[in-house]
């Protein structure tokens, strides 16, 4: 009897306590915690929402980049932070989903150690050469790839980022093969194809997009579904050429596992509210992201375990790996 009171009291306290913080929360400025360099796509979404959110909250919330490692860095860092709400992460599907195929052994579970707070935007990836390079086409480099295995070489990012699953995937659907050269972030692997350090490199829509109309670097293909609203004028890596190949990449709001519903509900509802202006997204369409999906907490956590299903076995397909 007074092991069930005392458990009854524990749950009591627990309610309490949790009202407590949603009541309360935040009192203090959040760290939203970005796994790429400065200069990438999350980044610029981080930023992009950043002063919107922070208005709704009424509290500054202050972007912090943490790159390297695939993402690995920055999120076992917030998978140690305090459950509160007052540290978050931008995800992405190559930290919630990607990484699970690509590492034997992750140091973070995206699931066990994370509570869903809010999807926030999509995109695409787009294949990028120096504009004076020989491969001014799909069909041009799948066949020097084809012709000589592993001369040709591709940036990324880093390792298990979604530059370098685009680059394994396109390898693996073409039966070519093509030398790995990673970098410590996307804006050195985009420099890298820029000055010929590369033949060619899988980068971010929005984050490349304004170099490509500057002249600076050459689109070749798009991996979305549809054309991107940023190039309109480049094909889709099927239109291109590349049967079967598709990958979008996705972002949302992650925080330590344990942080109180009442916290996650309040910065769901928060962050909804800033995707959902009309003003918001036509920036953000003007920078490139193309997707918005309005979910819960609820919905964003089965997306996840989707977008693992889905994921996982394409890392496997295209064998890509990372020690």
């Given at each position: 009897m007074k092991k069930i009171l005392g458990v009854s009291l524990a749950m009591l306290a627990g309610s309490a306590w949790s009202a407590h913080a949603a009541d309360t929360f935040p009192s203090h400025p959040i760290t939203?915690?970005?796994?790429?360099?400065?200069?990438?796509?999350?980044?610029?979404?981080?930023?992009?929402?950043?002063?919107e959110l922070s208005r709704r909250l009424g509290q500054p919330v202050v972007v912090?980049?943490?790159?390297?490692?695939?993402?690995?860095?920055?999120?076992?860092?917030?998978?140690?932070?305090?459950?509160?709400?007052?540290t978050l992460v931008m995800g992405s599907n190559n930290t919630w989903a990607i990484n699970k195929g690509l590492y034997?052994?992750?140091?973070?579970?995206?699931?066990?150690?994370?509570?869903p707070v809010a999807y926030l935007a999509g995109g695409s990836n787009v294949l990028i050469v120096k504009p004076a390079s020989p491969?001014?086409?799909?069909?041009?480099?799948?066949?020097?790839?084809?012709?000589?295995?592993?001369?040709l070489t591709f940036s990324s990012g880093g390792n298990g980022t979604t530059h370098h699953l685009s680059s394994e995937y396109l390898k693996a659907l073409t039966k070519t093969q093509a030398m790995h050269i990673p970098y410590r972030g996307a804006p050195?692997?985009?420099?890298?194809?820029?000055?010929?350090?590369?033949d060619f490199g899988f980068y971010n829509t929005p984050s490349v997009s304004g170099l490509v109309k500057e002249g600076k670097l050459k689109a070749l293909a798009t991996t979305g579904?549809?054309?991107?609203p940023?190039?309109?004028?480049?094909?889709?890596?099927?239109?291109?050429?590349?049967?079967?190949?598709?990958?979008?990449?996705?972002?949302?709001?992650?925080a330590p596992a344990g942080t109180p519903d009442a916290v996650v509900t309040r910065l769901n509802r928060e962050a909804r509210a800033v995707m959902k202006d009309?003003?918001?997204?036509?920036?953000?369409?003007?920078?490139?992201?193309?997707?918005?999906?309005?979910?819960?907490?609820?919905?964003?956590?089965?997306?996840?375990q989707q977008d693992i299903d889905k994921w996982v076995p394409l890392v496997k397909q295209a064998g890509a790996s990372v020690d």
């Open positions: 939203l915690v970005v796994p790429l360099a400065a200069g990438s796509t999350a980044d610029i979404l981080a930023r992009a929402i950043q002063p912090e980049n943490k790159a390297g490692g695939g993402g690995l860095i920055a999120m076992s860092f917030v998978a140690r932070a305090a459950p509160d709400g007052y034997k052994s992750l140091p973070y579970d995206p699931q066990k150690d994370f509570a491969y001014g086409s799909m069909q041009a480099l799948v066949a020097t790839m084809r012709a000589e295995p592993n001369r050195q692997g985009v420099t890298a194809v820029m000055a010929g350090e590369v579904q549809s054309r991107s940023l190039l309109p004028d480049v094909p889709t890596m099927q239109e291109a050429g590349v049967p079967g190949y598709l990958i979008s990449v996705d972002f949302g709001l992650m009309a003003d918001m997204q036509k920036r953000l369409e003007s920078l490139g992201y193309e997707v918005y999906r309005d979910d819960t907490p609820a919905q964003f956590g089965a997306f996840i």
